[in-house]
Every structure is written in structure tokens, then in C-alpha cells.
């Protein structure tokens, strides 16, 4: 019982500070604020998944945890490349 109460307030303040992260994505004076705060998100994210696994007492979404902690590492370092040259991607060719 106050398992279920401790994770539910877990829950509840790991969806707040969500909230907050969307807040510095749309008023973040520089785009590295913005690069911190979609990391957070993805980690809060990963933390809410976890908590409902445990909420639930399932192995299920281990799954999904590493799927979606891959995803904002991805993107990070991504965000990252882009702002240190300006493209995500670059190629070269021998001409």
C-alpha cells in the first residue's frame, strides 16, 4: 500500500517537472537550453516508464525503457552535431 502511494507520487512529480522542461523548450533564451531540456524529457520519460512497471508489477515495458532511453540519446547527440557545424549529417564526395 504505501508502495503504491510512494510510486504514484513519483509519478505525479516526474509529470510536473515535464511540464516544466516543455516550459524552458518554449522560452529557452539559447538552443542549448532547449538540447538539456529535451534530454531531461526523454530521461523523465524513462523514469515514468520504469515506475509504472513497477506500479504494475510487470517486466513488460523494459522494453519500451530502452527503446525510448536509445531514442533520446540518439537525438541529443544529433542536436548536439547540428549546433557544433550546422548539419546533422555531412557528406563527402570525391570529385
Given at each position: 500500500m504505501i508502495l503504491k502511494i510512494a510510486l504514484s507520487i513519483g509519478l505525479l512529480l516526474y509529470s510536473?517537472?515535464?511540464?516544466?522542461?516543455?516550459?524552458?523548450?518554449?522560452?529557452?533564451?539559447?538552443?542549448?537550453?532547449?538540447?538539456?531540456?529535451?534530454?531531461?524529457?526523454?530521461?523523465?520519460?524513462?523514469?515514468?516508464?520504469?515506475?509504472l512497471s513497477m506500479f504494475y508489477d510487470t517486466n513488460a515495458y523494459l522494453d519500451v525503457i530502452l527503446l525510448i532511453a536509445l531514442l533520446a540519446f540518439i537525438g541529443t547527440v544529433s542536436f548536439a552535431k547540428f549546433i557544433e557545424k550546422g548539419k546533422v549529417i555531412e557528406r563527402e564526395r570525391d570529385n
Open positions: 510536473i517537472s515535464i511540464f516544466l522542461y516543455l516550459y524552458r523548450i518554449l522560452k529557452g533564451p539559447t538552443t542549448s537550453d532547449k538540447v538539456v531540456a529535451l534530454d531531461s524529457i526523454g530521461m523523465n520519460l524513462v523514469a515514468i516508464v520504469a515506475l
